[in-house]
């Protein structure tokens, strides 16, 4: 009992460093947080090449600015020069943004006493800092006996993250904007290796890249997508103020809202 409430506990943590890597906050305590994070993991790594990687992040990172890791973040998700790469569970599995795993990831939460901030979190549920940080909560609870989020967790990893993952950190890795994010996909890989083990779940197979005519290029893009690049930009312009989404926040007795 005591041993899975420790694995349990640890693995919450990994969620939680993922899920502040791949959730935007210019909001500083947030940085820093994750700095405590990198250095709590690097303790006791998963392995010999995950703490090398982590030892590599902390030296990249700067300790007292964000800045660095927000440019880089950018230049991999937003830059409309170089290949963005997508973030959504569907975009890997239909070629789209919206798409049955961001139905089945809604389906998931519903089971949950978790919600999406909706005011301050623009992304998809099917996005993989939505699913860290979903993981992260869901996981912290079961190290504090809340059985009931154990399947949740299971079906979670095994039918929506295990199944595009791979890909999702191959194309992260050899980006060529990737350095502080190629260092984490190598702890990322260590970390689904090690989940696989434990949730007793078998690597997916690979799947051929489905590629929409809307993706092909990029002055195609859709309303609903240009809607999604003004929010967070409004959001970007909000600054370290209190209206910035945390990955997780408590806004009710037995509701958390992320």
Do not use: W
Not at 27 to 45: A, D, G, T, V
Not at 70 to 93: C, G, M, V, W
Not at 165 to 189: G, P, Q, R, T, W
Not at 242 to 250: R, T, W
Request: proline share 2%; with cysteine; hydrophobic share 40%.
């Amino acid at each position: 009992m005591q041993d899975n409430q420790t694995i349990n506990k640890a693995r919450a943590l990994y969620y939680n460093l993922f899920a502040n890597f791949f959730v935007e906050s210019s909001k500083s305590e947030n940085y820093f947080e994750l700095l405590r994070l990198i250095n709590i993991l690097k303790q006791n790594p998963l392995d010999e090449l995950s703490g090398e990687a982590l030892e590599n992040i902390s030296s990249l990172l700067d300790p007292s600015s964000n800045v660095a890791l927000l440019k880089e973040f950018d230049d991999l998700f937003h830059n409309p020069t170089t290949k963005k790469i997508r973030q959504t569970a569907s975009f890997y599995d239909e070629g789209v943004e919206s798409g049955k795993k961001r139905v089945e990831m809604i389906q998931f939460v519903a089971k949950t006493k978790i919600r999406r901030d909706e005011k301050n979190y623009f992304e998809y549920e099917d996005s993989v800092g939505f699913i860290f940080s979903l993981m992260a909560e869901l996981t912290n609870q079961i190290s504090n006996g809340e059985k009931v989020y154990e399947n949740t967790v299971h079906c979670i990893f095994a039918e929506i993250l295990n199944e595009f993952i791979e890909e999702f950190a191959k194309d992260v890795f050899e980006h060529n904007s990737s350095k502080i994010y190629k260092e984490l996909m190598i702890v990322l890989h260590s970390f689904v290796a090690f989940e696989r083990l434990y949730l007793e779940v078998s690597k997916a197979p690979k799947k051929e890249r489905i590629v929409k005519k809307e993706e092909e290029t990029c002055d195609v893009i859709s309303d609903e997508e240009m809607a999604r690049r003004a929010r967070n930009k409004a959001l970007k312009a909000l600054g370290p103020k209190e209206e910035e989404a945390c990955p997780i926040d408590i806004v009710s007795v037995g509701e958390t809202e992320i």
